[in-house]
């Protein structure tokens, strides 16, 4: 799969069997949380977060999380540890794979701030009452996604839909650090309107250069496309369907480890 990104060639090659879908349209089977909105066409909208005075505690909470999941993982860091510099203390790529392992599937009684309070705005940003738990297992859990310069951390292009457990939802994307117009998610707008076989993609989860993905890897798109990054700032929330086609977003910093939260809502009650 080959596309521009920053005025630059980005390119991966995903081992395995890849095939193209039918002209089902995944998302006019499900519950379109973005229905209605101004953003709908578009499968993403930034809006801003949390009320300005809440934003500096959110972050040094997030901070301090991060440096106690890193903690049990064997990297141990001060307090004052800029989480954007997580690239130069990283010895090898087993040492950040036991890094990640503890920074994905929390518990969103641990997130640094009220979960209630995101699930609030996000609802009213929706038109619609949401919650932070999937109705496929009851699970309430979010993950940081760490991504390091030029080190093809970042997963291959996919739909979160690929994978049963995401159906119905809506995605958020909350920068934490270093996520700027070099590194921040990458998207495909309005590709949630797209039939499956407008692309080919591995059948299952995506193998790139040796590293495993859970998601399956877009291959080729068979039409017109852009990939953009939205690049939401600081206090301020990407909000997009897991229907759309994102993902790829290589970090094209020289310097800079990329870090976000990553966490989904359903419409609250929904079985
Ligand atoms: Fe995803």
């Known amino acids: 799969m080959k596309y521009r990104l920053n005025e630059k060639i980005v390119e991966y090659v995903a081992e395995g069997k890849a095939n193209a ?29 949390l009320e300005n005075k809440l934003f500096p505690t959110f972050l040094s909470e997030t901070k301090s999380l991060l440096i106690s999941l890193w903690k049990k993982a064997g990297v141990t860091l001060s307090s004052d540890f800029n989480p954007s510099h997580y690239h130069t203390i990283i010895k090898n790529q087993e040492q950040h794979l036991a890094a990640v392992e503890q920074t994905k599937l929390i518990s969103t009684e641990d997130f640094p701030i009220s979960i209630r309070l995101i699930e609030q705005r996000i609802s ?41 457990d995401y159906t119905n939802c809506i995605n958020l994307y909350i920068p934490i650090a270093g996520s700027n117009e070099n590194s921040s998610l990458a998207i495909i707008p309005s590709s949630h309107l797209w039939p499956e076989n407008s692309v080919v993609r591995t059948d299952g989860g995506a193998i790139i250069n040796g590293i495993r993905f859970n998601v399956p890897a877009v291959m080729e798109v068979n039409r017109d496309f852009q990939v953009v990054r939205p690049n939401p700032k600081e206090n301020e929330v990407l909000i997009f369907s897991p229907y759309l086609i994102h993902g790829g977003a290589a970090n094209l910093n020289t310097d800079i480890t990329r870090i976000s939260i990553e966490l989904r809502l359903w419409k609250k009650g929904q079985r």
């Open 21 to 49: 879908g039918d002209d089902t349209i995944l998302l006019h089977k499900a519950i379109d949380l973005s229905k209605g909105m101004p953003w709908s066409s578009d499968g993403f909208t930034i809006a801003p977060l």
């Open 124 to 164: 009213t940003i929706c038109g619609t009452e949401l919650e932070a738990k999937n109705p496929w297992d009851g699970a309430s859990v979010f993950h940081f996604r760490v991504v390091r310069p030029n080190a093809g951390d970042n997963n291959p292009l996919h739909r979160d839909v690929w994978l049963e």
